[in-house]
């Protein structure tokens, strides 16, 4: 008898656990507006990139003959000049002599080094010091580097192939430092490589960017950057932002062609609450929509259209090849707060956050921007014996 209580009771609870659980969902969207002002901004469009501080000619100075460094008159960070002496160095033969003449006496010492006088290390060019590798009484070899010369420093970037296209010689670059990103000064670009490198499987190309005026006096070589090649930039320009500007096809457009914004630069959660609201109003019920939004995202088919992960401007592009062109346009406040008046619009440039705008609005003018709530899910569902169980939702 006891055991027969003990499994009705168990039957009660899965009987209220799988009537709660089916009851689990979406509540009904619920469409409300955000309003957004024209406004006047500043529009750059850019290419963005990492790149290295780099000495544009880099030349390690070696000695025309082997030998012992008597005198190295330079330091890291000093200044120099073509054919400036940068030190002396005896030669094997000279340096033996002269051991052999300090070893019987000072005179004798000073008169063979007045005779037999060192070879100089000579400055190929003009620039700086950046490594001094050895000091005075140092035997050399004539394959050793005694010092590095820098030229001027340049950044070198490595831009993708998608990317190269955009970028030309004499294009304006803005460059910070990593370690002093507050502190960005203005470059070009110098040179565009034709040789590409493969860096983990991707096509890439160097672009040397060389200072508008002189690299900050903090920049050292090795220094990582931070570089963003303008396309296009446009001052002073009427905008909005992305998502408040949509899209409509003025003739032979199917689905949602009528009232189709921008997706891409729509969030996950946007879309799918404008593909809700467009299934509501094309009369499917809440069982299907739900059953069509299970698989939204995911690999299936995308709710009434292609299967997911297909290039969706394949649909544009036919719909383009039947002759319909794209219109842009804004919703604006009317007499019906429910019913926003729909009111083209021509547009230019895009960062991607906002929207140069040509024609239909001026600064000031309010737009609104249709937003959907999915609502929440009820907490219903769950194990038989969880915690919460038959606490409903929180």
């Known amino acids: 008898m006891k055991w027969i209580i003990i499994l009705g009771v168990i039957g009660v609870g899965a009987g209220i656990w799988w009537s709660r659980s089916r009851g689990s969902g979406e509540e009904g969207a619920e469409t409300y507006y955000d309003v957004e002002k024209v406004e006047i901004k500043d529009i750059r469009i850019t290419v963005e990139s990492t790149g290295e501080v780099e000495p544009r000619n880099r030349l390690d100075v070696k000695p025309p003959i082997a030998g012992r460094l008597e005198e190295l008159?330079?330091?890291e960070g000093e200044k120099v000049t073509k054919g400036q002496i940068l030190?002396?160095?005896s030669s094997t033969e000279r340096a033996t002599l002269l051991d052999a003449a300090l070893a019987t006496s000072q005179e004798e010492y000073d008169y063979w080094e007045d005779l037999y006088k060192p070879s100089p290390l000579i400055s190929p060019l003009d620039g700086t010091i950046i490594a001094r590798n050895f000091e005075p009484g140092q035997s050399i070899a004539s394959s050793d580097s005694v010092v590095v010369i820098a030229d001027d420093l340049i950044i070198v970037a490595n831009l993708d192939e998608t990317d190269i296209g955009q970028i030309e010689a004499d294009q304006k670059?803005?460059?910070?430092?990593e370690a002093y990103p507050d502190n960005e000064f203005p470059c070009v670009v110098e040179k565009i490589a034709y040789d590409a490198t493969t860096v983990s499987s991707v096509t890439m190309y160097e672009v040397d960017v060389r200072a508008s005026r002189k690299l900050p006096p903090f920049a050292r070589s090795g220094m990582t950057a931070n570089l963003e090649f303008i396309v296009e930039e446009k001052e002073g320009v009427l905008t909005l932002p992305v998502s408040a500007i949509l899209q409509k096809s003025v003739k032979g457009s199917g689905g949602f062609g009528e009232d189709r914004p921008d997706f891409a630069s729509m969030t996950e959660d946007q879309r799918k609450a404008f593909m809700v609201e467009r299934m509501k109003e094309r009369g499917l019920s809440d069982a299907e929509i739900k059953e069509r939004?299970?698989?939204f995202g995911q690999g299936g088919r995308?709710?009434?259209g292609a299967p997911g992960g297909q290039n969706t401007n394949?649909?544009?592009?036919?719909?383009?090849?039947?002759g319909s062109s794209v219109e842009s346009y804004v919703l604006v406040a009317s007499n019906n707060p429910d019913e926003p008046e729909k009111k083209t619009i021509?547009?230019?440039v895009s960062d991607g956050s906002y929207t140069e705008i040509l024609e239909g609005l001026e600064e000031g003018d309010e737009v609104l921007i249709k937003q959907v709530s999915l609502g929440s899910k009820k907490s219903g569902g769950g194990s038989l014996f969880s915690p919460t169980m038959g606490r409903g939702p929180r």
């Open 302 to 304: 995308r709710p009434g």
């Open 73 to 75: 008159m330079v330091d």
């Open 293 to 295: 939004m299970a698989n």
């Open 346 to 348: 021509k547009v230019g």
């Open 173 to 177: 670059v803005v460059v910070a430092l």
């Open 314 to 322: 394949q649909g544009a592009a036919r719909r383009s090849a039947g």
């Open 87 to 89: 030190g002396w160095i």
